[in-house]
């Protein structure tokens, strides 16, 4: 059974930053695309970030320049650091895992999802 569990999620001001964790489990995580997804109360959920198997990465514009996706495969994690954070991006966070090296189709995985809010 596939389990992903987010963590790091929070309050924090305008201009701070947060890291997210994604844990995944019973999956060979050398396998899966892994990327971070968001919704905003009242809107559609959007991708964010994604990071294949190695050091291919895609963004949305949005948070160009102020995130950064990683991975580390031996603790089968991935990492969304947020830094620069604005109001904008207060949103529930999703991990996915999507089978493939490097795949943007739709995810086979979600996590629950962890609350990023900005606010001062």
């Known amino acids: 059974q596939v389990l992903l569990v987010e963590s790091g999620g929070g309050l924090v001001q305008p201009g701070g930053s947060l890291t997210l964790s994604c844990a995944a489990s019973?999956?060979?995580?050398?396998?899966?695309?892994m990327a971070w997804y968001r919704q905003a109360p009242g809107k559609q959920r959007e991708f964010v970030a994604r990071r294949g198997n190695g050091a291919r990465t895609n963004y949305v514009d949005s948070v160009k320049g102020r995130f950064t996706i990683s991975r580390d495969g031996a603790k089968g994690t991935v990492y969304l650091q947020m830094n620069n954070l604005k109001p904008e991006d207060t949103a529930v966070y999703y991990c996915?895992?999507?089978?493939?090296?490097?795949?943007?189709?739709?995810?086979?995985?979600w996590g629950q999802g962890t609350q990023v809010t900005v606010s001062s």
């Open positions: 996915s895992a999507t089978r493939g090296t490097w795949s943007t189709g739709h995810p086979d995985y």
């Open positions: 019973g999956m060979i995580f050398e396998l899966y695309t």
